[in-house]
């Protein structure tokens, strides 16, 4: 029993190992699968084109796509088409990631983020406002008015995966 | 028996039909060999080299023309040194085609390579995509990389509209011709054309208003890339996203079958909606085409003054009540003694809820009336088309008669396959009061003046009269089948009347009855004219009368007020009117009961197409709360009077009319769910072969039996023409004819073929509008039957000279052939 009650006193004057959330945070890793955004490229034009691939990829049907046409008066993203609904149900998603793999533009990403609760079903339903990132700099938030023949492709050059 | 071609593919020993194109061989024989610019409705042209194969020939004895062998006794093959293309190569006995081989592979390759040079690749935004030719075959044999220099692609317009309906995305197109050449050689549109050659070819549209044609929407399904597409699907779903349903085309007496595709989505508030329509084969009606209204006619189910409560008229308003309390008014009603009671149905409704309204009629001695503004369902129910006749059979030997129809306008997939048939060689004889787009395929045009319709078909008797008279009327009884098509171009009831007792007589004098294609074809005006004969109703010539005399009148899916003013009058008189509606149409602001119905993508049912088919169709949409369909309501009615009529499903309907009903005997709707096999063996997991349209998993339906079929007497009645009085009347003679895209209830919501609609004018001859001193656009007020309306003129110097011509369901008020004053109104000089 004595060497029993050594132990734990032995534990208890250890360093606690127990890290004080949320006060502290640990860093995620750098290929950690948390919450998503919607991307944006420079110019504030959104990334998404709308084109439900991630929906399609998706194993916990957690997506939902509608696209919508764009015009040069408004503009969302580059070429013809634009994501007009885009929702993520968060309590369905299982973190994988094939959204992100699957996207032809770039636009889904998971980032860092794991803090998530919800009071009810519904709010577990990210929206696109949510999802979608601000813009950065001095750059303009969509619809955009664009000059006629700027942005006729969709699809950007993309390159292959770096790391 | 055609002869009989043995060949091998892959291993494979395969018998064909002589002339068999190999991609076709390989078809039945399940190998699938890729093609673009093929489609086995149309001629090969060889212009894409996706079908490129390994040809091997038996070979012969230069000297003495022996077949030589191998040294095992089997023939020698010997393989040409290069790939052959498949679709255009026709098999050959002891021929042997390898389809799998290395070289074949590289010749797939190198062609899919070539063919991507320019090929944007941005299937994500591209509505074909997931449906798309070159996206399955590029994953089928596609190289992974190209060799070409990537900042070498040609771009070019990306959203080119052809007209309203169709986009074009000319870097997506692969330049197979499929859509130049269906326009030309299959719909003879030829309103696409090529213009410039190798890599700047283009699409271009020739017409106005743009890719003018009635069927422009195939060239969607027929394209194997994203280049056309509909406007009406523009980025409105992905395919694997959608839902499929299966459903029959609501718009005419043809029966298109088709597919709705459904999605819930968060645009339209979470509902399911129907988000595009799409052939499905049945190469007993429609092939694998639609024609626009059809794919395009689906938009009023989404119309939002749809009637959800039964209404009942207290203190001369409707307001709405419960169904309890509906019924028992109505019931009240007809049990008071010795009432009249008519029921007019229209040929919207489906066979069940016919026959569930004619018993519950039959039980009160009640009139069973069609609103229709033809005759002849019964003599089309006795010598009808025979069972197993079918369009696509006819050819030499056939002679086709079609009188009194524009049928382009009034029954376009009937067109079609009536032009076909003349191509294939039979004899194709038109008579009509003015040109009809059948006239350029007759081999016979006959010309009256509109009234002398059945005087026409019995000149052709008569084999008397002009000469172009007697020759037809040579060709048409020398024939070995014949069948006469007849339609309501300037017709009312009473002409119809006449024309179709004519017509009847003419075939049964030739005899062309009671066998497969030979008969009596009627276009109707409506889905289900003929299965509404079926079930015991009859157009009325004095519905006016009828109308003012009941006590009672039922009215289901039919809007006499609103279509003609007369018949509002006539309504006024009725004491206690029923109306069984979708929407709140004239007829129901004047109704004392209102019954709220289902559309008929809510539910299911069947329809009995003019060729007798009976098809079903199945529900699509979740019907929305309130509303019960016809049959329902009409059984739940004939319940409180004492009927066993049956309410609970259209299936137990059948049941009972099957027994009830001459000709319906083997209907039963899992009959009607059986497949048949037909060629071409199209599917949706190989659309390369034909296109995206859907195969027919869900049943061809029943061509239902003749009188004649059965072998029963026929009791055609008299024959015997009365002649038309004269009339006497002052003004101009306005006849009715039939535009496919008129101001109907059901075409209206549909936005997208807002600019298509029929003007609302009156067609006359340059020589009749000088005569009231008018000019191509002016602006008249007609005056008809005591009503006042405005319409607009418009010249064309092919109609007749001493008659106007004006659309049905277009606005003007007219079933049948009507003198009308008329006065030009002066345009008020701008402020
Ligand atoms: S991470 Fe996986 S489960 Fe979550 S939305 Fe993306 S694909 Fe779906
Ligand atoms: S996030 Fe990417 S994959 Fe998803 S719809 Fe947008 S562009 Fe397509
Ligand atoms: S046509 Fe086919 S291959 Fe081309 S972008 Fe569209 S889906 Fe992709
Ligand atoms: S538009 Fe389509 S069907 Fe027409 S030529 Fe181009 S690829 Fe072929
Ligand atoms: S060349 Fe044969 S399919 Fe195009």
Redesign the interface.
């Known amino acids: 029993m004595l060497k029993g009650l050594f132990t734990t006193l032995k534990i208890a004057l250890e360093k606690p190992v127990t890290t004080q959330y949320p006060e502290q945070r640990r860093p995620v890793h750098t290929r950690f699968k948390g919450r998503h955004t919607l991307k944006r490229y420079e110019n504030g034009l959104e990334k998404c084109i709308g084109c439900a691939l991630c929906a399609a990829a998706c194993p916990a049907d957690a997506i939902f796509v509608e696209a919508s046409e764009n015009t040069d008066e408004e503009r969302y993203s580059p070429g013809e088409r634009y994501a007009s609904t885009y929702e993520i149900n968060m309590l369905r998603c299982i973190f994988c990631g094939f959204c992100e793999d699957s996207c032809p533009t770039e636009a889904i990403v998971l980032g860092d983020q794991y803090e998530m609760s919800f009071g009810d079903r519904h709010s577990s339903i990210y929206t696109k406002e949510l999802l979608l990132e601000p813009v950065s700099g001095d750059a303009e938030t969509t619809p955009q008015k664009t000059k006629p023949g700027e942005f006729t492709r969709s699809v950007p050059v993309m390159q292959d995966p770096q790391d | 028996m055609a002869d009989m071609v043995t060949l091998k593919i892959d291993q494979q020993i395969v018998t064909v039909p002589a002339g068999t194109l190999i991609v076709n061989a390989a078809r039945k024989a399940g190998i699938n060999i890729p093609v673009f610019c093929y489609h086995p409705k149309m001629e090969p042209v060889g212009m894409c080299r996706m079908c490129l194969v390994e040809v091997g020939y038996p070979q012969r004895d230069r000297v003495t023309g022996e077949l030589v062998k191998n040294e095992d006794g089997t023939t020698k093959i010997s393989f040409a040194p290069k790939l052959e293309t498949g679709c255009t190569t026709p098999v050959v006995e002891g021929m042997e085609v390898r389809t799998t081989t290395e070289k074949s592979n590289e010749g797939r390759k190198a062609i899919l390579e070539f063919i991507l040079t320019s090929h944007?690749?941005?299937c994500?935004?591209c509505d074909k995509?997931g449906e798309c030719a070159l996206q399955d075959l590029t994953m089928l044999h596609g190289p992974g990389k190209s060799r070409f220099i990537?900042d070498d692609k040609k771009?070019f317009a990306?959203?080119v509209p052809l007209g309203e309906m169709i986009l074009l995305d000319r870097e997506r197109c692969i330049q197979c011709g499929l859509c130049v050449r269906f326009q030309h050689e299959v719909v003879d549109d030829p309103v696409l054309h090529f213009y410039q050659r190798g890599r700047s070819l283009e699409i271009r549209t020739y017409s106005e208003p743009g890719f003018d044609s009635i069927f422009s929407g195939n060239t969607t399904d027929i394209c194997p890339v994203g280049a056309l597409t509909t406007v009406d699907f523009?980025?409105?779903?992905?395919p694997?996203?959608m839902e499929r349903d299966p459903s029959i085309c609501a718009h005419c007496a043809v029966g298109c079958n088709l597919i709705y595709n459904i999605r819930r989505?968060?645009?339209s508030g979470g509902k399911t909606v129907i988000k595009r329509a799409m052939p499905r084969q049945n190469e007993f009606v429609n092939e694998l085409w639609l024609c626009d209204k059809g794919r395009l006619g689906y938009h009023y189910v989404a119309a939002a003054e749809r009637l959800t409560q039964p209404l009942l008229r207290k203190d001369e308003k409707l307001v709405p009540v419960s169904w309890e309390e509906a019924y028992q008014r109505v019931e009240d009603k007809l049990r008071a003694e010795q009432v009249r009671l008519v029921t007019l149905a229209g040929g919207r409704l489906t066979n069940e809820d016919l026959f569930n309204f004619h018993q519950l009629n039959q039980s009160q001695n009640g009139k069973a009336v069609l609103y229709s503004q033809m005759a002849g369902g019964d003599l089309t129910a006795q010598i009808g088309l025979g069972k197993g006749s079918n369009f696509s059979d006819m050819g030499k030997g056939t002679a086709i008669l079609v009188v009194a129809s524009d049928l382009h306008e009034e029954a376009p997939l009937w067109w079609l396959r009536v032009k076909q048939a003349a191509q294939r060689g039979a004899i194709l004889i038109v008579a009509n009061a003015r040109p009809t787009r059948l006239d350029k395929f007759a081999n016979h045009v006959l010309r009256y003046e509109y009234g002398q319709e059945a005087a026409t078909i019995n000149a052709l008797l008569d084999g008397k009269g002009k000469d172009e008279f007697t020759q037809a009327a040579k060709a048409f009884s020398e024939a070995e089948n014949g069948l006469v098509i007849y339609g309501s171009d300037g017709l009312g009831l009473n002409g119809s009347e006449q024309l179709v007792k004519a017509c009847a007589k003419l075939l049964v004098e030739r005899g062309y009855y009671g066998k497969p294609n030979n008969g009596l074809l009627a276009v109707w005006d409506k889905p289900n004219i003929q299965g509404a004969w079926d079930m015991g109703f009859h157009p009325d010539r004095n519905l006016k009368g009828t109308l003012r005399e009941a006590d009672v009148a039922m009215i289901a899916a039919a809007d006499p007020a609103g279509d003609n003013p007369i018949l509002a009058q006539a309504l006024e008189e009725t004491d206690f009117v029923i109306v069984f509606e979708m929407f709140m149409t004239e007829t129901a602001k004047m109704a004392d009961v209102v019954f709220p119905v289902q559309a008929q993508i809510e539910r299911e049912g069947t329809y009995t197409s003019g060729e007798r088919r009976v098809q079903r169709f199945d529900i699509v949409l979740p019907h929305i709360e309130g509303p019960k369909s016809d049959y329902q309501i009409a059984a739940q009615l004939g319940r409180l009077m004492g009927l066993s009529t049956e309410d609970r499903s259209p299936v137990l309907v059948m049941n009972k009319i099957n027994e009830k009903v001459k000709g319906y005997q083997e209907i039963t709707y899992s009959r009607l769910a059986e497949r048949a096999e037909q060629w071409p063996l199209i599917s949706r997991a190989d659309s390369y072969y034909a296109g995206t349209g859907y195969e027919n998993e869900y049943g061809v339906g029943i061509q239902i039996s003749s009188s004649a079929d059965r072998g029963e007497e026929l009791s055609l009645g008299t024959l015997i023409l009365v002649e038309p009085q004269e009339e006497v009347a002052t003004g101009i003679k306005v006849v009715p004819v039939t535009a496919l895209y008129d101001r109907g209830q059901l075409i209206q919501p549909s936005q997208i073929l807002a600019k298509r609609l029929t003007p609302q004018v009156l067609l006359m001859h340059p020589v009749l509008s000088k005569k009231y001193q008018l000019q191509d656009g002016d602006q008249i007020k007609v005056k008809v039957a005591g009503n006042e309306i405005v319409s607009g003129v418009k010249l064309d110097a092919d109609v007749p000279q001493d008659v106007a011509l004006v659309a049905r369901s277009n606005g003007f008020p007219i079933s049948s052939p009507v003198f009308v004053q008329i006065q030009r109104l002066v345009p008020e000089p701008e402020a």
């Open positions: 944007p690749l941005d994500p935004i995509g990537y771009l990306k959203h523009h980025f409105a779903a992905r694997w996203e989505e968060a645009k």
